[in-house]
């Protein structure tokens, strides 16, 4: 526990020297990590998890690997901080969940007022739900089960694609179908 005291102090210590210094040399400088470290995490409670689709925001399942988009929208009443990989389960109609693997990234801290949104891609290698190539399974995902990084608040939402399925590859080394961490800001 004091090492954490520590570190965070050291931390805001470190953050007030440079915005210091920077404003001894006649430059006014906000620094992004210190104004993060001063909003709290966003809860689950304040966040609301959608997948963007319509037209141009669908994913192309003909081509070799696309991507669709995660938003999580702030809708609490205050300014909130989130930084990680949101978890992702695609569930079949069986009932049966394949947790989709993490994209390997460090992750920005996006700080989100009330209304906006942060986002994250779900790469994967599409597939018609009717035939698959030779060695490949496909997943037919009904439902998406969503967790907004560090809360624990899951959300179902409906996998709006009917026609695209994923190659399932829940086994492989190095998967065609992973996420990324959130990033970007967008008002809502």
């Not at 954490?4 to 805001?12: E, P």
């Not at 009443?77 to 989709?100: I, Y």
Request: hydrophobic share 40%.
């Amino acid at each position: 526990m004091n090492a954490i005291r520590t570190r965070t102090r050291l931390s805001r210590a470190v953050a007030a020297a440079a915005v210091c210094a920077a404003a001894v040399g006649g430059v006014a400088v906000s620094s992004a990590s210190a104004q993060a470290a001063a909003k709290p995490a966003c809860t689950g409670s304040e966040v609301k998890p959608s997948i963007v689709h319509g037209t141009d925001a669908d994913p192309d399942g003909t081509a070799t690997q696309t991507t669709a988009t995660l938003l999580f929208t702030n809708v609490g009443k205050r300014t909130c901080t989130f930084k990680g990989h949101p978890g992702l389960d695609l569930v079949n109609a069986k009932g049966e969940a394949w947790s989709v693997a993490w994209q390997k990234q460090t992750a920005a801290t996006v700080t989100l007022k009330p209304g906006v949104a942060t986002m994250a891609e779900l790469t994967f290698l599409p597939t018609s739900p009717k035939s698959t190539g030779a060695g490949e399974e496909a997943f037919v995902p009904a439902k998406v089960k969503v967790t907004p990084p560090n809360t624990t608040a899951t959300a179902t939402l409906a996998w709006p694609w009917k026609d695209i399925a994923v190659v399932r590859q829940d086994g492989a080394t190095h998967p065609g179908t992973y996420l990324s961490t959130v990033f970007g800001t967008a008002s809502s």
